[in-house]
């Protein structure tokens, strides 16, 4: 099947996707460093299948899509720029120059792809953007509805929503689903929630819902105050502390006599399991993008995250420098910055892929990406209702 890639960033999303089954056309992307990632691990073919990844550094506001054609792709994909409706930034949403979501609705309507798939923060979902939130719905819902010259985004609004009640089939439809997702879960030792907004082109007929969760913390909470195994499986010594901090209580859990259906969210000790501990003089020489950074330190507000639970978000932070979110609290209470590597199991990438750029750059690529198991699981979804499309 066959894609292209919005705002690939480092290449989260993207990895997703590829592992599901979508051959990427095209890769998308103005920063030089995310770039340059994208293109040596490409080079080195850090997953099998990538080597033939076309990365284009560009601002996507003056692509031309004419070369794939209409209707010729599978898959559209990508991550808009998140600042305009991030908690950490200035909340400008449709006012701010960094908002791409209108580019992407542009890729939707001149690509007609049978499906998209698009992820941004939480933020956008907010109260404050809910009327915007649904603008952005509509839009993908029929996106040959163009805003006009002079027209405000309010107006344009109100059209598609005389549109939609309207009943009437336009010339280019799509059924249009969203939903907020924790990455913990469905298997990222990270908590970070996300809104997917994932669309099936009208004439494909198709049905199709979010994958169900596969993690959760009361599963969590089972294996490491009920049954004890999450430690022995560590070898570490049980903590004295209680759960109840979590919001669990044990005595829900105590008298469960069925399993679980889902497994236990993955923690912080389970995703660095396996990597040496790191040095400030040099690299590890079995894993690349392993080195300690020093200066971390905790304050209000930015305390770092625990070694038994899943990750705080990573942040990119302001300017590129990461805030206490990118730190680990170590047993003996000290923090300590996560390495890039480390980050880089936090959002699930594969210890072959390499970032380039300083630290802070390499934070702020994996700060602003989407942790490539979610987007696989989001990715298989929509393949799998593809595939049966075409009956293979």
């Known amino acids: 099947m066959e894609s292209i890639e919005l705002f690939t960033g480092a290449g989260g999303l993207a990895l997703g996707t590829h592992v599901a089954g979508f051959h990427h056309r095209g890769l998308y992307e103005w920063d030089a460093d995310a770039c340059e990632t994208l293109r040596r691990n490409a080079s080195i073919e850090a997953l099998p299948g990538i080597r033939a990844w076309r990365v284009h550094q560009a601002d996507v506001r003056l692509n031309s899509y004419a070369i794939f054609g209409q209707g010729q792709l599978d898959l559209v994909a990508g991550g808009a720029p998140c600042q305009p409706f991030s908690?950490?930034?200035?909340?400008?949403?449709?006012?701010?120059?960094?908002?791409?979501?209108?580019?992407?609705?542009?890729?939707?309507?001149?690509?007609?792809?049978?499906?998209?798939?698009?992820?941004?923060?939480?933020?956008?979902?907010?109260?404050?953007?809910?009327?915007?939130?649904?603008?952005?719905?509509?839009?993908?819902?029929?996106?040959?509805?163009?805003?006009?010259?002079?027209?405000?985004?309010?107006?344009?609004?109100?059209?598609?929503?005389?549109?939609?009640?309207?009943?009437?089939?336009?010339?280019?439809?799509?059924?249009?689903?969203?939903?907020?997702?924790?990455?913990?879960?469905y298997g990222v030792p990270q908590v970070r929630q996300r809104v997917f907004i994932v669309g099936f082109r009208a004439d494909t007929e198709l049905e199709w819902h979010f994958p169900e969760?596969?993690?959760?913390?009361?599963?969590?909470?089972?294996?490491?105050?009920?049954?004890?195994?999450?430690?022995?499986?560590?070898?570490?010594?049980?903590?004295?502390?209680?759960?109840?901090?979590?919001?669990?209580?044990?005595?829900?859990?105590?008298?469960?006599?069925?399993?679980?259906?889902?497994?236990?969210?993955?923690?912080?000790?389970?995703?660095?399991?396996?990597?040496?501990?790191?040095?400030?003089?040099?690299?590890?020489?079995?894993?690349?993008?392993?080195?300690?950074?020093?200066?971390?330190?905790?304050?209000?507000?930015?305390?770092?995250?625990?070694?038994?639970?899943?990750a705080k978000t990573l942040k990119a932070g302001v300017h590129g420098v990461p805030g206490g979110e990118n730190m680990m609290v170590l047993p003996d209470g000290k923090v300590r910055y996560f390495t890039v590597r480390e980050a880089a199991r936090l959002q699930t990438f594969p210890d072959s892929w390499r970032f380039e750029g300083a630290w802070s750059e390499a934070m702020r690529q994996l700060g602003n990406a989407v942790p490539v198991e979610l987007a696989a699981v989001v990715a298989r979804s929509v393949a799998a209702k593809l595939r049966a499309r075409n009956g293979h």
């Open 87 to 185: 908690l950490g930034g200035k909340h400008q949403a449709q006012d701010d120059s960094r908002n791409m979501i209108p580019e992407f609705v542009r890729a939707v309507r001149e690509l007609r792809p049978r499906a998209f798939i698009m992820e941004n923060v939480k933020g956008l979902t907010r109260q404050s953007f809910r009327n915007y939130f649904e603008y952005i719905r509509l839009q993908l819902t029929y996106p040959t509805i163009k805003k006009k010259r002079d027209e405000d985004w309010l107006s344009h609004l109100h059209r598609l929503e005389a549109v939609k009640t309207r009943g009437r089939r336009t010339e280019l439809e799509y059924n249009v689903v969203s939903e907020l997702l924790n990455a913990a879960d």
């Open 213 to 310: 969760p596969t993690h959760s913390l009361d599963a969590l909470v089972w294996e490491q105050h009920i049954t004890g195994e999450y430690w022995k499986r560590h070898g570490v010594r049980p903590p004295p502390d209680s759960p109840a901090r979590l919001g669990v209580k044990l005595s829900d859990l105590e008298n469960r006599d069925e399993p679980f259906p889902t497994k236990p969210w993955r923690t912080v000790r389970d995703a660095i399991l396996g990597l040496p501990e790191p040095r400030t003089d040099r690299e590890s020489s079995d894993f690349s993008n392993h080195r300690l950074n020093l200066g971390a330190r905790a304050y209000p507000g930015h305390t770092g995250s625990p070694l038994d639970l899943p």
